[in-house]
């Protein structure tokens, strides 16, 4: 039997099941990796919102890391809920030479409008993470946060992709499914010669919870599996789409896609 390819998330725990580390895990069972995990918060969460979060100490998220990546290795990593600047900074010291391709969703707020990184921290994931990202993943309110660019129609993803770029990562997915009408959820990946849209059609589930976490993960999933990053989007956003169309109900707000349809 060969082993198969490894995929690392360091993100936060969502306790509903629906976003976070649990999102990530449920999206690579799904995809045919190996999923690994590296605690850096924990969040006490259902589908109203966010009632506390608590982040682990930097020895904490250092010492899972290396127990990892130093036995088991990784093909991939992605990023979620960093929570802090200075948890942003340890985690990119870890990553730093690692070698392999990194997916960081620079996670800001949830959909609840609760805060997941602290905000003094946005300047450490703009300078000490974006630039070791093979893709970042931000979507418009992200954007704004780190590049202070404002979208507010499709021509605007350029000038978003070009900012978010001018921090460093290899390529820049700007998610534009917060854009308001359209019949379209639209995201533009750039690394600023080559451009790809990518359209799926909009549904009317309001259960979304986790969408953010599964794309980034469902990336980092297929460049383990050795596909290119165009490609490994493309397939990313079927599978997100899938996911979303059969999002369910669950407690008395916003469920979780769904990774088992
Ligand atoms: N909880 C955790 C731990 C997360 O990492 C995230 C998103 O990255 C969320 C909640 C928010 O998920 P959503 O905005 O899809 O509701």
């Known amino acids: 039997m060969t082993a198969p390819a490894r995929v690392l998330t360091v993100a936060g725990s969502d306790s ?34 966010v009632t506390g979060a608590w982040e682990l100490p930097a020895e904490a998220v250092r010492a899972q ?9 990784v ?35 949830s959909k609840h409008g609760d805060a997941l990184l602290a905000e003094d921290a946005a300047g450490t994931v703009r300078t000490r993470l974006l630039p070791l990202a093979t893709v970042a993943t931000p979507n418009l309110d992200e954007v704004a946060l780190l590049t202070g ?16 770029l001018g921090c460093g990562p290899r390529w820049a997915l700007i998610k534009g499914g ?49 596909r290119e990053v165009p490609e490994a989007v493309g397939l990313a956003k079927d599978y997100v789409t899938g996911a979303l169309a059969h999002g369910f109900p669950l407690g008395a707000g916003i469920g979780p896609v769904d990774h088992g349809w």
């Not at 660019?149 to 978010?164: K, L």
């Not at 995201?187 to 919870?209: F, I, M």
């Open 16 to 49: 509903g099941g629906g976003a976070g580390v649990q999102a990530d895990l449920k999206t690579m069972l799904a995809l045919g990796v190996h999923g690994m995990s590296v605690l850096t918060a924990v969040t006490a969460q259902n589908s109203l919102g």
């Open 65 to 73: 890391f290396r127990a990892v990546v130093d036995d088991i290795g």
């Open 75 to 109: 093909q991939a990593v992605k990023t979620g809920m960093l929570s802090s600047a200075a948890l942003t900074a340890t985690v990119a010291d870890l990553l730093t030479g690692l070698g392999v391709p990194v997916v960081v969703d620079p996670v800001g707020v």
């Open 149 to 164: 660019v404002v979208v507010r129609d499709e021509d605007g993803m350029r000038a978003a992709a070009e900012a978010v």
């Open 178 to 226: 917060h854009l308001p009408g359209g019949a379209e959820a639209v995201d533009l990946l750039s690394d600023g010669v080559r451009e790809h849209w990518y359209r799926a059609p909009r549904h009317g589930n309001r259960h979304t919870h986790g969408t953010g976490c599964t794309l980034a993960s469902a990336i980092a999933s297929h460049l383990a599996l050795g």
